[in-house]
């Protein structure tokens, strides 16, 4: 069987889709990776054969000359996808989300080749919602996103959101000797997601570093490129231990080492604290449709963790949350233990299923 992968250039879209790869491999598929040729930063380690880029467009329906150009982009990124479609010969087309996967399944559509979507997120974005319309089959991650699809129930299937398979908890001395940390100390981990968060950088690396309790801290802090020495030097000026990175393909030991994780509630993070089981600030980007505030109130509404608006972020309210948790640890616990209430599917097993369920 021989399979095309397409996703958006964010990791939210290209780490489930490369999960899945894996499990296609390793059940005999021949599989492609499409991916706009953008770079934000995600680190996308698939052998160079099996790779093929597109040109990304983008659209700025603010400006005529933004809608032109994002126009023209997108045309060039669907005659990349014909080329593509055509030498390859598909039987499978998968999409994960984003514009720049339509033409590549509507070319697949075209040739009669099945077709499945599969959407990360609670609220589904525009591309899978126009392209849930004639795909063969919809792969969600959360119960109610069916709501927002124009779609049969039947073509619609619950399989959650495919992880690596190398993000399993692993022993917590190992993970602490990972980042050269000690035992004993409170850990947290700060993570704006694959592109970083400017605003969630500042608040946190601020209120961490006027902290009152920083010799009882360790910090692994995941900056993105544009912050990494800004956030560097504001911990290291204030002597609390910590790791800061770029990007951080090793995550399996952040969340391994965490007691508390502040991030962004991107639908790949949900699935990686489900996984571990982590007690979490959520701060959900406001924009994109506010797909992550969606995306938070699923595992806010079980108690597993706090939500904070983008619109309170600064270092004083992340300040204040975190005193009030270092003040009261038994709640971290309660946190972990709702956890139990969610069902965590084998998403990646499931998804490998309904995609070779087409071919029979």
Not at 81 to 86: G, K, T, V
Not at 156 to 165: D, E, F, Q, V, Y
Not at 229 to 237: D, N, P, T
Not at 294 to 303: E, H, P, T
Request: glycine share 10%; proline share 3%.
């Amino acid at each position: 069987m021989k399979v095309i992968l397409v996703t958006g250039s964010s990791g939210g879209h290209i780490f489930p889709a490369m999960a899945l790869m894996q499990r296609l491999k390793d059940s005999g598929a021949d599989v492609l990776m499409v991916l706009p040729k953008k770079d934000n930063g995600v680190k996308v380690e698939i052998a160079p054969g099996e790779i093929r880029y597109i040109r990304a467009a983008e659209m700025d329906l603010r400006s005529v000359s933004g809608s032109i150009k994002g126009v023209y982009y997108f045309l060039l990124g669907a005659w990349d996808s014909f080329r593509i479609a055509a030498g390859f010969k598909p039987d499978t087309v998968i999409g994960f989300g984003s514009l720049n996967t339509i033409a590549l399944l509507f070319w697949a559509w075209l040739f009669r080749a099945h077709t499945l979507i599969h959407e990360q997120n609670v609220v589904p974005g525009r591309a899978n919602r126009l392209l849930a319309r004639f795909v063969d089959k919809i792969a969600v991650s959360f119960t109610g996103t069916g709501e927002y699809l124009k779609a049969s129930p039947r073509k619609i299937a619950l399989t959650g959101n495919p992880l690596r398979k190398e993000m399993v908890r692993i022993g917590r001395q190992e993970a602490l000797d990972f980042f050269g940390f000690k035992e004993g100390k409170f850990n947290i981990l700060v993570t704006g997601g694959s592109q970083g968060s400017h605003k969630l950088n500042i608040a946190c690396s601020g209120a961490l570093s006027a902290c009152g309790r920083k010799e009882g801290l360790q910090v692994v802090h995941i900056s993105g490129q544009a912050d990494f020495k800004q956030v560097s030097q504001v911990y290291s000026s204030c002597g609390i231990a910590h790791k800061v990175f770029e990007f951080l393909t090793g995550m399996q030991y952040a969340y391994s080492a965490a007691d508390l994780v502040i991030c962004r509630a991107g639908a790949t993070t949900i699935a990686e604290l489900e996984r571990f089981s982590l007690p979490a600030l959520l701060v959900p980007y406001p924009f994109a449709y506010a797909h992550q505030s969606a995306n938070a109130r699923v595992l806010a509404d079980c108690g597993c963790v706090l939500v904070i608006g983008d619109e309170e972020l600064c270092l004083e309210k992340i300040g204040e949350v975190l005193t009030g948790i270092l003040n009261d640890r038994g709640r971290l616990n309660v946190m972990r233990q709702a956890y139990s209430r969610i069902r965590v599917p084998d998403a990646c097993g499931l998804l490998t299923k309904e995609v070779l369920g087409l071919n029979r």
